[in-house]
């Protein structure tokens, strides 16, 4: 992996973002997906006539100057994330929206990577709130190096987001389908190994629709991470694997007994692991990983649910002692 190549394409990235707004009144995403876009087809579509030739003529330049054949997907996406990074800041994109962060997305690929069985060789991996795809691409990315083919599918209900993994995902070189809707309306999907996702965190307007749902609130707004996970199990073959990110309160709050009581009906809880808090602002705002197991197949309750404090990142001696922490339930459990 060369930083200086990651650095060179985020430059370029920026740059072609910078002269895009400097004509045309577009936040800086919206500039990134055009210059994704244009670096796709390798040369600026000014088929409108929106820009001036000058302009026209420095981005094909730019573009020309890009050889993303000889990049590893990895560092694509590593430039690309900067860039997505850089554009929600400008573009002051809301909590529930932001990308997946590289360290929570390397740790969740790692978990999942330690509970899918040994001998797995293709994997069908649906993400129910794709975003930018940013989580996506990071396990995606990680699985094809473990020589793991991948079949993927996301969904999410936000265009411009879902046009940035669209963009993302190809100049990767990935092969992921992509669905614009509400992921709580039925889905033209067939069943998949592992459903994941960053699930948002909040309510969800549509009461109408959240009453088909057994995790639903008995009155008022029903939580949307909730009805994302029932959703999520429907949609995972038997045995099959949920990796989601979800607010660490998750089984604390009022509402949690539905959701419980539909996660031990349909599936086995494997594992419920709390990021670092110092990657969150408030103990409120906190996050855990949660695994969890589709009944069916050969699966099974793991005789010991997972539950660990991940430590901090930076602290290499704790990460080291967490991983075989992890190996250990690993052969003892599943
Ligand atoms: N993992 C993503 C990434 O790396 O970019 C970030 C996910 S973000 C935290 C949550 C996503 O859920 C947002 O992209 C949002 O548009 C999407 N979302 C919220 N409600 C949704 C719904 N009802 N159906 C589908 N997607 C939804």
Redesign the pocket.
């Known amino acids: 992996m060369s930083q200086k190549e990651i650095e060179s394409l985020y430059t370029k990235l920026n740059t072609s973002v910078q002269l895009l707004q400097q004509e045309i009144d577009v936040s800086y995403l919206e500039a990134l997906l055009e210059t994704g876009e244009n670096l796709l087809e390798g040369k600026t579509d000014n088929s409108e006539e929106t820009l001036a030739i000058e302009t026209v003529n420095r981005l094909n330049f730019l573009y020309q100057d890009v050889s993303l054949q000889d990049m590893e997907p990895e560092e694509i996406r590593k430039a690309f994330q900067l860039a997505l990074l850089k554009g929600a800041k400008a573009d002051q994109l809301q909590a529930?929206?932001?990308?997946?962060p590289d360290a929570i997305g390397f740790i969740m690929s790692y978990l999942l990577e330690k509970i899918i069985p040994e001998e797995t060789t293709e994997l069908r991996v649906l993400?129910?709130?794709?975003?930018?795809?940013?989580?996506?691409s990071t396990i995606y990315n990680s699985l094809m190096l473990k020589k793991i083919k991948v079949d993927a599918e996301g969904?999410?209900?936000?265009d411009l987001?879902l046009s940035l993994a669209a963009v993302g995902t190809a100049l990767q070189r990935q092969t992921v389908r992509l669905t614009h809707q509400?992921?709580?309306q039925d889905l033209l999907i067939d069943p998949v190994d592992v459903v994941m996702?960053?699930?948002?965190v909040g309510y969800?307007p549509v009461d109408d629709r959240a009453k088909r749902f057994k995790t639903a609130a008995k009155e008022g707004h029903s939580y949307?991470h909730h009805l994302m996970i029932e959703q999520s199990i429907g949609y995972l073959k038997e045995g099959g694997l949920g990796v989601f990110l979800v607010p660490s309160q998750l089984f604390e709050t009022e509402e949690a007994s539905a959701l419980t009581k539909f996660i031990q009906e349909s599936s086995y809880l494997q594992g419920m692991l709390h990021l670092p808090k110092e990657l969150f602002k408030t103990e409120h705002s906190r996050k855990s990983i949660l695994l969890i197991q589709k009944k069916g197949a050969t699966a099974k309750q793991a005789k010991q649910v997972l539950l660990a404090e991940i430590p901090d990142f930076k602290n290499q001696q704790a990460m080291l002692h967490f991983m075989n922490e992890v190996d250990t339930w690993k052969k003892e459990n599943i």
């Open positions: 529930n929206h932001q990308m997946t993400d129910v709130a794709v975003g930018t795809a940013n989580l996506l969904v999410d209900i936000d987001l509400d992921v709580l996702g960053d699930l948002p969800y949307a």
